[in-house]
């Protein structure tokens, strides 16, 4: 194809490198014959691409409608109050990021929890603490 | 095989995401190393509430045992207590057609996939003349189950009869509305069937090459897929006419908009997922300007049966409008959540009744979303309606992508409003103002509602703003986005009423 992908190189960038730093804009730019405009564009468009490296564990809650009604704000409450950072932030050593997303398809099971690979389902707020015991 | 292997007795645990997270994959690890048993990881039945669920094989077919933890092994293996599959309510007021293989086969099983009728639907095509197998299409009265609800063969007419050097067929795996997990299901459980759909497409529309547009979200999905793909590579079926015909898997990046079609489109082709207006539609000029069919991951999954069975036999099936069957997906506080399938007509009572087995415990009804974030809530009073595109549509709403999700009555509906026009305000891709601008200023005016701000004369800008975006928006997200908020509204006044500012 003659159309440069941005997206996919950015999403293999950050595979890579856990993030887009604005400093490798250029060198994507450069490398797929585009500005850094059209690349800074499309970084910024995306939820899933970010700028700066996130913690150790990421930890993604799903606030979609099925795992609203099963107290996904319950939960998200906990959480921010247990780790001591808001939607988007990483604790002070690092070691957590905190976000949230749609729908991970796991409705039936919810609500959901995804902490870096691993999914989690019927997640109650009393289970939390013991989750996040098992990331050192 | 030693003699060990030969005497173990084979049982089967689904892979499928939702069944490992409740409990399939620390059972899986628990008896990975017993010389006892043999598992055999199939994809799930959809019977959610009861996963982890272990069937055995018994004379009259597979027994299986419930939300099973790993101590109820020797209960399993003794065969004791355990429930013929068949006999399960749920499964059993079920017709099942698209999927027909759920929890029987390992889902990268290419012969398990040819032996329970698979491929059929493209040996057929593959015999037809492309008018011929639109013609069968037109008899099916299959109608999109993404969101549009337009007939399929009308699509696909179309992309035929367009000249171009190049045609493409796009699978949407980017099933953004929450509570909707079907598509999900297929590509991790059925992919094989998928991938038979797309070809039969590329087949009817002379298209070279083929895309699976999958959300981030589905990492199972998207490796699953990719190894269906290269099994079926290796088995020379992407190809027709002597041609290759190559799919490839392409990973969206979180962005709900991208799976409108022509959102999707850009951002397939790498750039931002920014809707366009139609016309032109992708069926003329789609993906690099050529030709595409963008169809969701059900849709074409449904197409094989189509070919195999007959276009009439699949039309017998629904109602007059709405032909065929539907997947449903149960979630929220149902005793019940899983996947449903169906014909087209029974009343939405009857499935919440006779599938979701009533509200989980402690649970009253409120109130019910069919369709996603942009769904219409329905309260009790509402639930007669029938499950099809024509009521639906005459009741102001949506069956989407056939999410079901059941609120009870510690629901909040001011702030489950808020949270639906926060999403759109999040989601919106900002092409046009009505949706840009409109979004955030009704979050904002329910903020103030809920901050207990807000006056009578909110709730009538509210009013205002969401018929301004229901006609004036580009696409489905600005355009359906009031749905939700103004049928709570006018659902649950009392709760908005009693917030205000007096
Ligand atoms: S309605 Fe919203 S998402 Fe759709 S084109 Fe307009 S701004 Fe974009
Ligand atoms: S709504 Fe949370 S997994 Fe679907």
């Known amino acids: 194809m003659t159309v440069p992908n941005i997206l996919k190189a950015l999403l293999s960038l950050q595979e890579r490198e856990g993030a887009v730093t604005p400093a490798a804009i250029g060198g994507i730019a450069h490398q797929l014959g585009t500005t850094t405009a059209q690349v800074a564009g499309v970084l910024s468009y995306y939820p899933d691409l970010h700028c700066a490296s996130p913690g150790r564990h990421v930890i993604r809650l799903c606030m979609g409608e099925s795992c609203y009604a099963n107290g996904c704000t319950r939960l998200l409450r906990s959480l921010q109050d247990r780790l001591r950072v808001d939607v988007g932030e990483t604790t002070g050593g690092g070691k957590f990021t905190l976000g949230t997303m749609s729908c991970a398809g796991n409705c039936a099971v919810s609500p959901t929890v995804i902490i870096d690979r691993d999914l989690w389902g019927r997640v109650l707020p009393s289970q939390l603490g013991a989750l996040l015991e098992r990331y050192k | 095989m030693n003699d060990e292997c030969r005497m173990a007795t084979r049982l089967y645990l689904s892979n499928d995401t939702s069944a490992r997270a409740a409990g399939a994959a620390s059972l899986a690890e628990a008896w990975v190393d017993r010389p006892e048993i043999q598992l055999i990881r199939t994809s799930s039945r959809g019977a959610f509430y009861l996963e982890p669920m272990v069937e055995r094989d018994s004379a009259d077919g597979r027994v299986a045992w419930f939300n099973v933890t790993p101590d109820d092994l020797p209960r399993i293996l003794s065969g004791k207590n355990g429930t013929p599959v068949p006999s399960i309510p749920f499964l059993a007021r079920q017709t099942r057609v698209t999927f027909a293989n759920f929890g029987e086969t390992e889902p990268l099983a290419l012969g398990e996939y040819q032996a329970r009728g698979g491929l059929k639907g493209l040996e057929q095509a593959l015999n037809m003349s492309p008018e011929v197998i639109i013609e069968e299409l037109k008899r099916s009265r299959l109608r999109g189950r993404g969101g549009a609800a337009f007939p399929v063969w009308n699509k696909w007419q179309v992309a035929q009869q367009t000249e171009a050097d190049e045609k493409y067929v796009v699978a949407n795996a980017d099933e953004g509305d929450a509570g909707t997990y079907c598509d999900r299901m297929i590509l991790e459980g059925d ?217 009870d009555h510690e629901t909040d509906m001011v702030d489950l409003a808020r949270h639906f026009m926060a999403f759109t305000a999040n989601e919106s891709c900002g092409k046009c103002t009505p949706c840009r601008i409109g979004s955030v200023r009704g979050r904002e005016i329910l903020e103030r509602i809920q901050a207990g701000s807000g006056t009578v004369d909110d709730l009538v800008l509210l009013g205002d703003l969401g018929e301004t975006m229901k006609v004036a928006s580009l696409c489905a997200l600005g355009g359906r986005a009031p749905y939700p908020v103004l049928t709570a509204i006018e659902h649950f006044p009392a709760e908005f009423r009693s917030r205000l500012r007096t």
């Not at chain 2, 087995?357 to 309606?385: E, T, Y």
């Open chain 2, 191 to 407: 992919p094989f069937r998928l991938l038979e759909g797309m070809l039969i497409c590329a087949r009817a529309i002379g298209a070279g090459r083929g895309y699976v547009y999958c959300r981030h979200e589905y990492p199972a999905a998207a490796a699953t897929l990719w190894e269906a793909i290269h099994k079926a590579d290796e088995a020379e079926l992407l190809e027709l006419d002597g041609e290759p015909f190559p799919i490839e898997v392409v990973q969206g990046a979180g962005s709900y908009v991208c799976g409108e079609e022509t959102a999707l489109l850009e951002s397939l082709a790498g750039g931002r997922g920014v809707v366009r207006a139609k016309p032109p539609y992708p069926a003329q000029e789609g993906l690099y300007g050529k030709p595409t069919i963008v169809s969701n991951v059900l849709t074409f999954a449904t197409i094989p049966t189509i070919l195999s069975r007959g276009g009439a036999w699949y039309a017998s099936l629904g109602t007059e409008r709405s032909s065929g069957t539907m997947a449903l997906q149960l979630g929220g506080r149902v005793k019940q959540p899983g996947l449903v399938e169906v014909p087209f007509g029974l009343s939405l009572r009857q499935v919440l009744d006779q599938f979701g087995g009533g509200m989980a415990p402690g649970a009253r009804f409120k109130a019910v979303q069919v369709g996603g974030p942009l769904g219409s809530l329905f309260p009790a009073s509402k639930l007669d309606i029938p499950i099809c595109y024509d009521a639906f549509a005459q009741a102001g709403a949506v069956l989407g992508h056939g999410g079901i999700v059941v609120y």
